[in-house]
């Protein structure tokens, strides 16, 4: 158990909804890291939150936003869906996010877009 | 541009033998690198990291090996054991350069374990 909470699980739901995904990093963490992966195209980096604000983004398209809450909950909002956003959606939580230090990554919560 | 390349899709090693998965990298600012297993419907769970400022890292049966000249890691799991049996993600970072912090992840090494 790597202290990394994800709700929920498993999610379907039908093209052009909205979701709401939600992390809880470890406990003293600050960071909060969110991740896509897809079957072509293995882990991808979607966007980063520090103690609530946003420090990097990746490869995260403009239907998708998240924030990151004074408690350091974060959640991925994932709007407008699509088929192609069928993924594992992973959350990921580090010390301080600034690089050469471990992430911790949550189960997971799956999509399926219908 | 694929900055983190892992060659092998998959292994298949006799349980007791050593397992060495292999790892190439392109960005010369990558300084932190970590290996990853994964189980089909689980997260990656962290097994070991190496800083570039160091060659080699231990812990019990598993050892990185960071050959920067070569932009090359690999990671040794001695001896085998059928439980090893996952996908083994390896991942870089950088502390600097404009993607701090976030993770290139290689595309996995499916390692099977036999008995």
């Known amino acids: 158990d790597s202290g990394v909470t994800q709700t929920p699980k498993h999610l379907i739901t039908a093209t052009g909804q909205r979701v709401t995904l939600r992390c809880s990093p470890r406990s003293g963490d600050l960071s909060v890291y969110w991740y896509q992966q897809s079957l072509d195209q293995g882990l991808q980096f979607l966007i980063q939150?520090?103690?609530?604000?946003?420090?990097a983004k990746g490869n995260i398209l403009e239907r998708f936003s998240a924030q990151q809450f004074p408690d350091l909950h974060s959640e991925l909002n994932l709007s407008s869906l699509e088929l192609g956003d069928s993924a594992l959606y992973f959350c990921?939580?580090?010390?301080?996010?600034?690089?050469?230090?471990?992430?911790?990554f949550g189960p997971g919560t799956r999509l399926l877009v219908l | 541009d694929q900055q983190v390349k892992q060659n092998s899709p998959s292994l298949s090693v006799q349980e007791g033998r050593i397992s060495i998965l292999n790892c190439d990298y392109t960005?010369?600012?990558?300084?932190?690198f970590l290996w990853y297993k994964k189980y089909p419907a689980e997260g990656p769970t962290f097994l070991i990291s190496i800083s570039s400022i160091k060659d080699k890292n231990e812990d019990g049966r598993f050892t990185v090996f960071l050959n920067k000249s070569a932009k090359h890691l690999s990671l040794h799991i001695v001896p085998s054991q059928p439980g090893d049996s996952a996908v083994y993600f390896c991942?870089?970072?950088?502390?600097?350069?404009?993607?701090?912090?976030?993770?290139?992840f290689g595309k996995g090494t499916k390692l099977s374990v036999k008995p």
């Open positions: 991942a870089a970072s950088a502390a600097y350069g404009g993607s701090q912090g976030n993770l290139i």
């Open positions: 939150y520090y103690n609530g604000e946003e420090r």
């Open positions: 990921a939580s580090s010390v301080g996010g600034t690089g050469s230090e471990t992430q911790y």
């Open positions: 960005n010369s600012m990558f300084d932190y």
